[in-house]
């Protein structure tokens, strides 16, 4: 991934760039998704701008198709989350999740918390299904791929 706010092409259907809430271009992209009623029944949770996120936001002719949240935890892993899609972008969800782990240093372990009808494309991407007591929701990490 390219540094915040920078364009990276990754295939002909879309372009995905990085915003953090500081970037100018954050409220103007993303601002319309946040405690967005469609975004919020796909998601889960309302997804917030809280400052250290990193947003991945994947556009197909210069619409927004799609995000992906990730950050450093307190304990050094990344987290990600918030994997939304928008309708007709199906096939765009891994390609999220493969973008933040583009993203993330090869020695830091990823954690997700996804929706379980999602699980498949984080396992396909070498995430490990977590024990967790939610009912709709599984947690995940992702080992170090850099041993």
Known sequence: MT???QKEAVNSDYTFTALTNTDPEFYPTLGPY???RAVTKQLGDTPHDDPGKTWIVAHHHNTVAGFIVHFVKRDGTVHTESCYVAPDHDDLRPQLVQAVIDA?????TITAVAHEEYVYHYTDLGFIEIPSRYKNF???SRPPTRQ
């Open 3 to 5: 540094p915040t706010g």
């Open 34 to 36: 946040l405690a967005n």
């Open 104 to 108: 993330v240093d090869e020695d830091t």
């Open 138 to 140: 599984r947690k995940l």
